[in-house]
T-cell receptor, first 110, second 115 residues
């Protein structure tokens, strides 16, 4: 079983839709979690950290469920520019060693 | 501007040749990392270094070597022993603070093609 797993998608949604991605992790000792956005043939860029109490940044909301060992990302009012691959990452085996999921592809259409 | 610079952006090599990928950061970060990404796959950790003159193997270190002689620099050598070297290589760094305030920041990557 992979340490961090994501549904690869693609998620095809119309502009304005709300879409949610989940990411499960197997290492119960993981402490830190992040969502990254990766555009085609580019490097991943940090979208947001995921805090235990949940956190929001504009249209984006991240949640952590330690009991069920998953994190989620909710995108409200999707824009065409949100089309990208979203990678989740969790710490493993010590600080700042991050394990990444394979990514979930989002395609927002007019 | 502070950042992580990887060079070159594209690299082509013949099979059997060693090749070194450059990664330099001016963020004053202690920790640096090398990841590899294959099409449709996530990032896999090759090597990481938390301090100068020290580094650890990641999940797929075979066929790779690194050095960390300076805080700013963490070059990766892809040796001829690496069976499938063609991939997108990403270097990253992070500060030496407890998570979750120290996510990784990535360079813009090097695409290596070996034929």
């Amino acid at each position: 079983r992979k340490e961090v797993e994501q549904d690869p998608g693609p998620f095809n949604v119309p502009e304005g839709a709300t879409v949610a991605f989940n990411c499960t992790y197997s290492n119960s000792a993981s402490q830190s979690f992040f969502w990254y956005r990766q555009d085609c043939r580019k490097e991943p860029k940090l979208l947001m950290s995921v805090y235990s109490s949940g956190n929001e940044d504009g249209r984006f909301t991240a949640q952590l469920n330690r009991a069920s060992q998953y994190i989620s990302l909710l995108i409200r009012d999707s824009k065409l520019s949100d089309s990208a691959t979203y990678l989740c990452a969790g710490s493993s085996g010590g600080y700042n060693k991050l394990i990444f999921g394979a990514g979930t592809r989002l395609a927002v259409h007019p | 501007d502070g950042g992580i610079t990887q060079s070159p952006k594209y690299l082509f090599r013949k099979e059997g040749q060693n090749v070194t990928l450059s990664c330099e950061q001016n963020l004053n970060h202690d920790a640096m990392y090398w990841y590899r990404q294959d099409p449709g796959q996530g990032l896999r950790l090759i090597y990481y270094s938390q301090i100068v003159n020290d580094f650890q193997k990641g999940d797929i270190a075979e066929g790779y070597s690194v050095s960390r002689e300076k805080k700013e620099s963490f070059p990766l050598t892809v040796t001829s022993a690496q069976k499938n070297p063609t991939a997108f290589y990403l270097c990253a760094s992070s500060g030496r603070v407890p998570p979750p305030d120290s996510p990784l920041h990535f360079g813009n990557g090097t695409r290596l093609t070996v034929t």
